[in-house]
């Protein structure tokens, strides 16, 4: 870790804490077992993480074809996250129901200080 990252890591996860809007995060595995033929799927909830920022996609996103409009970007804080943002994910806050359709690491230094993410209503 950097100078940086040691100032930055905490500053950015106390924000999360302070503004962050409680969501419930849904991530699916699925699961193949070679010598049996057989798949299963699990799911696992992350209840009470933090997501910030959010507000509806950039106009950037929607003139290059990369969001619809709809589509929500946001941030989760890295550091003391439960999970590591992945797409499809699902995420869900104000009484709907989310998908990930990207996620972007942002660096403080050698280290990731927050997760971007585009939702989509699912």
Do not use: C, W
């Not at 869900?92 to 403080?108: E, H, Q, R």
């Amino acid at each position: 870790m950097t100078v940086l990252d040691d100032k930055l890591l905490p500053a950015v996860k106390s924000l999360a804490a302070k503004l962050g809007k409680d969501v419930t995060v849904v991530i699916e595995t699925l699961t193949y077992a070679p010598t049996t033929g057989l798949s299963s799927r699990s799911t696992t909830s992350h209840t009470n993480q933090k997501l910030m920022g959010i507000r509806p996609v950039s106009r950037e996103y929607l003139e290059r074809g990369l969001a619809e409009d709809g589509d929500t970007q946001a941030m989760f804080a890295a550091s003391g996250l439960s999970f590591t943002p992945a797409l499809g994910m699902r995420v869900t806050f104000g009484g709907k129901t989310y998908t990930t359709l990207a996620v972007y690491d942002i660096y403080s230094g050698e280290s990731i200080t927050a997760y971007r993410v585009v939702l989509r209503v699912a």
